[in-house]
């Protein structure tokens, strides 16, 4: 059903290992893009989710990152470790500079970890659909939106799809809105033909290899809008202060107290996890945790709360 795409960074792939026991509960399947040469985090969240009981998609050929030009080392990796596992798959990033002879390479090399097609600006639809032939309806294909029109995933009606769309917008964390639409995919995917549907968190697609100087400290929190047909919002926290790159233990205080004031309204929508108990007692301590370990809280309050809007 949800499927969260992680870039693989290091607070991301801890986010797995702390939401693996819930995301296996509910069958969400996280899809993870190996971005670091070092894979012994990727390794302790996939051990994390097998012993859940959970699913996780790999890729095998990230577009970003320190395996962009070569992703043996993920395949040894995935041979390895998991060939034996039926809940590890390979996951095959399809972009607009492969043929369909490129795919089936690409298939062929990996089928022994039943390949997902992870469409992300492949333009030969039609004669991939076509190659797959009678086994359209056993195939798997996760559409990045805004590469993968509706009469591009047509073309694959009958197999499982799952549609990602990105509703984090990239700016810096001083021109962010307090509030703003998130997404309504949770709601509308089986509108959309699909079998699930998937997003990039709060962190969102754009990738950078790391961030600059904090000159506004910003929390990110999604919460569903009962006023708004359950909807997804996302909040921005950000600290007042925006003019040097200095004291980032400050600006988060400052956030924090922002999120305190909103959740003690008692109105914000927010869902009351584990993340967000994390949070207020940060604030309660005042404490500075690093930018890395709210980030990951942002990403598992985002997890918990689509967990608790379907349960």
Do not use: W
């Not at 970890?113 to 195939?139: C, N, T, W, Y």
């Not at 559409?143 to 995933?153: A, G, I, S, T, V």
């Not at 956030?255 to 108990?277: E, I, P, V, W």
């Amino acid at each position: 059903m949800y499927y969260p795409y992680f870039r693989g960074k290091q607070f991301e792939l801890i986010a797995i290992r702390d939401t693996a026991e819930l995301m296996a509960q509910a069958s969400f399947v996280p899809i993870v893009e190996p971005v670091k040469a070092q894979l012994k985090g990727l390794q302790r969240a996939l051990d994390a989710i097998c012993d859940a009981g959970g699913s996780a998609i790999v890729v095998v050929n990230p577009g970003y990152g320190d395996h962009a030009e070569d992703g043996e080392d993920i395949s040894s990796l995935l041979r390895e470790k998991y060939l034996e596992r039926d809940n590890i798959f390979a996951g095959l990033i399809l972009t607009e500079a492969m043929t369909v002879e490129d795919v089936v390479d690409l298939y062929d090399s990996h089928k022994d970890h039943l390949p997902v097609f992870i469409h992300a600006g492949f333009m030969e639809a039609k004669l991939l659909a076509a190659r797959i032939g009678d086994q359209l309806g056993k195939s798997r294909h996760i559409f990045f939106e805004q590469n993968c029109k509706k009469l591009y995933r047509k073309h694959f009606d009958g197999a499982h799809r799952v549609l990602l769309r990105d509703g984090f917008t990239k700016r810096r964390n001083a021109d962010h809105p307090s509030i703003e639409a998130f997404s309504d995919l949770h709601i509308t995917y089986p509108d959309e033909g699909m079998a699930g549907f998937g997003d990039f968190l709060t962190v969102g697609d754009e990738f950078s290899e790391g961030g600059g100087p904090a000159y506004a400290v910003a929390i990110h929190l999604t919460f569903i809008n009962a006023e708004k047909d359950d909807e997804m919002y996302i909040y921005h926290f950000v600290s007042d202060s925006k003019d040097t790159p200095t004291d980032p233990a400050g600006k988060f205080a400052e956030a924090l107290k922002k999120l305190k004031d909103r959740y003690d309204a008692g109105d914000s929508g927010l869902f009351l996890g584990t993340a967000l108990a994390q949070l207020l007692e940060l604030q309660e301590k005042e404490h500075f945790p690093g930018l890395g370990q709210a980030k990951k809280l942002s990403m598992v309050h985002h997890i918990e709360t689509i967990n608790s809007y379907f349960a």
